[in-house]
C-alpha cells in the first residue's frame, strides 16, 4: 500500500505562483509514475504532469512552460511548481502513484486563482 498527502493549495492572484506537495509513505518502492490531476466543477478530472521513476515528464498543453513537475527521493515527496496562474487553473488538485498492479490517490488540494 501506499499512502499520499497533498499540501500547499491556497488562494492566489492571477499571475501568482503556487507549490503543490505530494508527500508518499508505504511501498514505496513499488512506485513507477507519480502524477498531478486537477479537477474543475462540473469537469473531469484531467492529467496535469507526470513524472517517472527514469526521471522523464509529460505536462498538459495548457500547463507547459507555467508548470514544473520534480521529486526528492530523499523526502520521499513530488512537487508541482505553478507559475504565472490562471483563473482556469482553479480546481482540487490530486496527486496519483501508479504501481504495476494498483493506483494511488491523495485526499486532493483546493486550488482557487481569482484576484
Known amino acids: 500500500q501506499v499512502q499520499l498527502v497533498e499540501s500547499g493549495g491556497g488562494l492566489v492572484q492571477p499571475g501568482g505562483s503556487l507549490r503543490l506537495s505530494c508527500a508518499a509513505s508505504g511501498n514505496i518502492a513499488s512506485i513507477w509514475a507519480t502524477g498531478w490531476y486537477r479537477q474543475a466543477p462540473g469537469k473531469q478530472r484531467e492529467l496535469v504532469a507526470v513524472?517517472?521513476?527514469?526521471?522523464?515528464?509529460n505536462y498538459a498543453d495548457s500547463v507547459k512552460g507555467r508548470f514544473t513537475i520534480s521529486r526528492d527521493n530523499a523526502k520521499n515527496t513530488v512537487y508541482l511548481q505553478m507559475d504565472s496562474l490562471k483563473p482556469e487553473d482553479t480546481a482540487v488538485y490530486y496527486c496519483?502513484?501508479?504501481?504495476?498492479?494498483?493506483?494511488?490517490w491523495g485526499q486532493g488540494t483546493q486550488v482557487t486563482v481569482s484576484s
Open positions: 496519483n502513484a501508479m504501481s504495476l498492479t494498483n493506483s494511488y
Open positions: 513524472i517517472r521513476s527514469g526521471g522523464s515528464t
